[in-house]
């Protein structure tokens, strides 16, 4: 079984950074893709970022230059740094993780998710 925990949500102000982390336990052999997904106030959940394996990574355009992922193998975590946070930024934050529990063996799990609430 794996177990996803999310931290780092939160209230900022319009303008402020938040860090979000997504830490992965349990019986993980090797882990590929690293997403982070957005579910907004009666909005359709949205792929915000992603990270592979091998580093490159991949964002939505209304998040380009003021998101950044990365990834930590070694403590099989995701980070999603978010700058020059905007009102419309304000949603649930997901984070979604390619996990082998076995050789060859990929499920994706869910997080928990996080509010982030971007409010003056």
């Known amino acids: 079984q794996v177990q996803l925990v999310e931290s780092g949500g939160g209230l900022v102000q319009p303008g402020g950074s938040l860090r979000l982390a997504c830490a992965a336990s349990?019986?993980?052999?090797?882990?590929?893709?690293m997403d982070w997904y957005r579910q907004g106030p009666e909005k359709q959940r949205e792929l915000v970022a992603r990270?592979?394996?091998?580093?490159?990574?991949n964002y939505a355009d209304s998040v380009k230059g003021r998101f950044t992922i990365s990834r930590d193998n070694a403590k099989n975590t995701v980070y999603l740094q978010m700058n020059s946070l905007k009102p419309e930024d304000t949603a649930v934050y997901y984070c979604?993780?390619?996990?082998?529990?076995?050789?060859?063996?990929?499920?994706?799990?869910w997080g928990q998710g996080t509010q982030v609430t971007v409010s003056s």
């Open positions: 990270i592979t394996s091998s580093g490159s990574t």
């Open positions: 979604n993780l390619d996990v082998a529990t076995g050789v060859g063996i990929y499920v994706k799990y």
């Open positions: 349990g019986s993980i052999f090797d882990i590929n893709d």
